[in-house]
C-alpha cells in the first residue's frame, strides 16, 4: 500500500509592488532614514546608511527635501533579488505586517517661527513659497493587549526633488510624494483600516 501525502495549498509568492525611496523617522538622538519596500503582505523599512549629520536630518524633516544632491534613489529592482524575509532579519530594519495596521494618517505641520530658522523664512519669502512638510503616522497591533505607531516625515531626495523643481512648485513637488506614497498604501492595507488626511 503505498500512502500519499496530502499536499497544501501552495503558497503565493510575495509580490513586491512599490518603493517609497526615502522617509525620515524621528528620533531624539538621530533621526533615522528608510526606504518603505511595499509588497502584497507587509511594508519593510529598510534603514539607510547615513549621509548627513543629525542637525542637517531635522532641518531637512522641517523643509521637506534633502539638503544633499548626490544620493540616488533606490528602485524596486534594488530589491529584486533580495527576500522580504532576509529584510526582516535584519534589526535595522522595521516590517509592518499589513494586516496588523489599524489606522494610517498623512498629516501636516505647522511650523513653529524660531529666530535660528530666519534663513528658512527668508528664502520662503523669496521664493514665495511655503514649505510644507508632510508626515505619516502608521498605528498597528503588536499582540492582542499592545499597539505600536510608527511616524515618518515625507522627505524626498534631491536627485529626485531637483529635476521636478524645473517645471513644478515646491509646495506640489511634496504633495504629490506624499499623495503617492498614500495611494500605495490604500490599495494593500485591509479595507477595515481608518485613513486620515488632513
Request: charged share 30%; proline share 6%.
Amino acid at each position: 500500500m503505498i500512502s500519499q501525502v496530502r499536499q497544501g495549498p501552495e503558497r503565493v509568492p510575495e509580490r513586491r509592488l512599490a518603493l517609497v525611496h526615502r522617509v525620515i523617522v524621528p528620533d531624539k538622538e538621530y533621526p533615522k532614514e528608510y526606504a518603505i519596500l511595499v509588497t502584497d503582505r507587509r511594508s519593510v523599512f529598510i534603514r539607510q546608511r547615513k549621509t548627513r549629520r543629525s542637525f542637517v536630518l531635522r532641518y531637512e524633516m522641517r523643509i521637506g527635501t534633502a539638503l544633499v544632491t548626490d544620493v540616488i534613489p533606490k528602485t524596486l529592482d534594488d530589491f529584486e533579488q533580495t527576500s522580504p524575509e532576509s529584510l526582516m532579519a535584519d534589526d535595522s530594519n522595521l516590517t509592518v505586517p499589513h494586516e496588523a495596521v489599524i489606522s494610517l494618517a498623512m498629516r501636516t505641520e505647522e511650523h513653529e517661527r524660531r529666530k535660528r530658522d530666519l534663513f528658512l523664512w527668508l528664502t520662503m519669502r523669496r521664493q514665495g513659497e511655503v514649505f510644507q512638510v508632510y508626515n505619516f503616522e502608521m498605528k498597528y497591533r503588536l499582540d492582542p493587549d499592545r499597539d505600536a505607531m510608527i511616524k515618518f516625515y515625507m522627505v524626498p531626495l534631491g536627485a529626485y526633488f531637483k529635476p521636478r523643481r524645473q517645471t513644478q512648485s515646491r509646495e506640489t513637488i511634496l504633495r504629490e510624494y506624499a499623495a503617492d506614497a498614500l495611494e500605495i498604501f490604500q490599495r494593500v492595507l485591509p479595507p477595515d483600516c481608518i485613513f486620515v488626511a488632513g
